[in-house]
């Protein structure tokens, strides 16, 4: 009798042998969508019913073999050659890592000052003349420790001014600048945020920030179409569908695993900053300028040596805290969306 393969398979197995390759094209899917592309925040988005297809389920197993992996890496004296040699190899960049950020910072809202008409975001546009004149002043607070609080300030009332004009859900999309807020204060003081250093607070809203945007390519993946239309080898011949599901998934496993161990988080910030450098040469300056915050707070990620110890029990939970995570981030996004924008009835079902 002859055995035949599930038709889905072919397609599974070609994206799990395509996986290191995929990382590439997720390079341009994580160029901000809303930067380039027409979208409605207000629209219904996909159901949940079809996020969750088998291919989803097929690519979250993928990612969570390839976590546990890690993790069972990183208790081995492997991991700890490869911490050492991260340690050796980062050494300046953790000694300067403030000095970074504060003048990776300067050059990004000295470039919103010179574009003018935006708000921490290209998507996020005002004809308030004040407000590029109000960055170039964050700039320049960032050049002393002692009036990096009022840097914190402007970027706090700007990220509230923006939630003001666009919506809580759309700024949502953005946590990241609140965690540089608190980066800044807590660096000026010297303190730390119950008992939580600058870079981890920082780190913890860049997780977030990306957990939530791969959630958005999920529900709502025909954002995506004209960009890939435009660039179809960005797909490498997968379906839009598909390649949609692998960006999401991969996005959100590497933002989950910024918030577990040392060796796992730190792999991740180095995938994430090369994933995020490759999307600017193919998107150019407003890419540049619009991720340079978050990629020298993942320089800063990748350039920790903080340790703790590694037991098993750090493996053996990635699956539940993982599923956890997928679980309230899709809730949140969900059950906000229809609370915000189309009333509580409209939650879907799965």
Not at 94 to 121: E, H, K, Q
Not at 174 to 186: E, K, M, N, R, S
Not at 219 to 241: I, Q, V
Request: proline residues 5%; glycine residues 8%.
């Amino acid at each position: 009798m002859r055995l035949l393969a599930p038709s889905w398979l072919p397609s599974r197995l070609a994206v799990c042998l395509s996986a290191p390759l995929l990382l590439l094209g997720v390079g341009g899917a994580s160029a901000h969508v809303k930067w380039f592309c027409a979208y409605d925040v207000a629209g219904q988005p996909r159901g949940l019913e079809q996020v969750l297809c088998a291919e989803f389920e097929w690519l979250v197993g993928l990612s969570l073999v390839c976590l546990m992996a890690g993790c069972l890496m990183e208790g081995t004296p492997l991991g700890t050659y490869l911490l050492n040699a991260l340690d050796r190899v980062t050494a300046r960049l953790r000694t300067d890592t403030t000095l970074l950020v504060r003048a990776t910072l300067g050059f990004f809202f000295v470039s919103l000052w010179n574009l003018g008409g935006i708000i921490l975001t290209p998507e996020l546009k005002t004809d308030l003349s004040w407000i590029p004149w109000l960055q170039l002043g964050i700039a320049a607070m960032l050049i002393w420790k002692q009036t990096l609080p009022l840097a914190a300030l402007g970027i706090v009332f700007l990220f509230g001014f923006a939630t003001w004009n666009y919506g809580a859900f759309h700024l949502a999309d953005y946590p990241v600048f609140l965690g540089i807020a608190a980066y800044l204060t807590l660096v000026s003081f010297d303190r730390t945020l119950f008992g939580l250093r600058p870079l981890d607070v920082v780190r913890l809203s860049a997780a977030v920030t990306l957990m939530w945007a791969s959630v958005e390519k999920w529900a709502y993946p025909h954002w995506t179409d004209p960009l890939l239309t435009a660039k179809p080898e960005m797909t490498m011949g997968f379906s839009n569908e598909l390649f949609m599901n692998a960006a999401g998934v991969i996005e959100f496993t590497l933002a989950f695993a910024l918030i577990w161990t040392p060796l796992v988080r730190r792999m991740s910030a180095i995938i994430l900053t090369a994933v995020f450098v490759s999307a600017v040469f193919e998107f150019g300056k407003v890419d540049a300028i619009g991720h340079s915050g978050i990629i020298v707070v993942l320089l800063g990620i990748a350039a920790d040596d903080a340790r703790v110890a590694v037991r098993a029990r750090s493996t053996m939970l990635v699956p539940a805290y993982y599923a956890a995570a997928l679980a309230c981030f899709l809730v949140l996004y969900y059950v906000g969306h229809a609370a915000l924008y189309g009333g509580l009835p409209t939650i879907p079902v799965i």
